[in-house]
């Protein structure tokens, strides 16, 4: 929606509120908003995942997903 209105990604999650989000939602694995960045013409959106660290958009590795707290991000679904 800020995409069709503005003809572009907003720098900061934080101008998505309050026209488009009536607040930030938290990451769940974190004490922050989802991690978010523009990149390019596109943007980059990602959880801290379930270990808490930021690997800097790196998603948990297939294999490693039964473990208790696996190394990696947690990425939207394309």
Known sequence: AFHKESGGYPERLAELVPNILARLLED???????VYSRAGDGFSLYSLGPDGVDDCGVAIALEDRSRRKPKGDVLPLD
Request: proline letters at 14%.
């Open 28 to 34: 769940p694995f974190g004490n922050a908003s989802f």
